[in-house]
């Protein structure tokens, strides 16, 4: 199974500042097809998980263009241009190139 | 709008069964692509396994570990998605997910979750 690792796990962050989490796999996870199935999920407390980027950099529609994502073969991220009180919850990155399909740790986004 | 609502999650005895449900609208469901995720509270999400749909093969692949114990199928008539656990354990308890695909997007829509609890 290809494993995910998030860092940091937990970030504290002051409002309107940017936030920046890394996302590792321990293989590529470029898809014979060509395409990267990296996506970044969000879960605010006491939610669901909620889909943000897909495909590594492509915004789900809806989702505010303060996050974007980044990163090719094994190594990406997910940032967040100005931290808003909304942002606050665990985001996880999921690679979908390979049966199983794995998560990340999760990161939890906190308000310094 | 799309929707997607889990049912069937209860307060289970060890060795036990459970089927769960995924009523879903909004969405062509015979064409979709579904799953179902778990979240143990407080803790990170397990990928369960999917099935596509009937008209892609209708094929189901499962997280290794949990094969043989866990059961994926839809009833595409009902726009319904199921889970069936057997010889329930108690590191199953759980909040389980239903989640569904595109081509384009990936799992873009989650559901919001049903609570299975295994204790004796």
């Known amino acids: 199974d290809i494993v995910m690792t998030q860092t940091p796990l937990s970030s504290p962050v002051t409002l309107g500042q940017p936030a920046s989490i890394s996302c590792k796999s321990s293989q590529s996870l470029g898809h014979n097809d060509g395409t990267t199935y990296l996506s970044w999920l969000q879960q605010r407390p006491g939610q669901p998980p909620r889909l943000l980027i897909y495909k590594i950099s492509n915004r789900l529609s809806g989702v505010p263009d303060r996050f974007s994502g980044s990163g090719a073969g094994t190594d990406f991220t997910l940032k967040i241009s100005r931290v808003e009180a909304e942002d606050v919850g665990v985001y996880y990155c999921m690679q979908a190139t390979q049966f199983p399909h794995t998560f990340g740790q999760g990161t939890k986004l906190e308000i310094k | 709008e799309v929707q997607l609502v889990e049912s069937g999650g209860a307060l289970v005895e060890p060795e036990g069964s459970l089927t769960l449900s995924c009523a879903v609208s909004?969405?062509?469901?015979?064409?979709?692509?579904m799953a179902w995720v778990r979240q143990v509270p407080g803790k990170g999400l397990e990928w369960i396994g999917r099935?596509?749909?009937?008209?892609?093969?209708?094929?189901?692949d499962y997280n290794a570990p949990l094969k043989g114990r866990f059961t994926i199928s839809r009833d595409d008539s009902r726009n319904t998605l199921y889970l069936q656990i057997s010889n329930l354990k108690i590191d199953d308890t759980a909040i389980y997910y239903c989640?569904?695909?595109?081509?384009?997007?990936?799992?873009?829509?989650w559901g919001q979750g049903t609570l299975v609890t295994v204790s004796s």
């Open positions: 989640t569904t695909a595109d081509h384009s997007h990936g799992w873009y829509f």
């Open positions: 909004g969405l062509t469901f015979r064409t979709a692509w």
């Open positions: 099935i596509i749909s009937i008209v892609d093969g209708g094929t189901t």
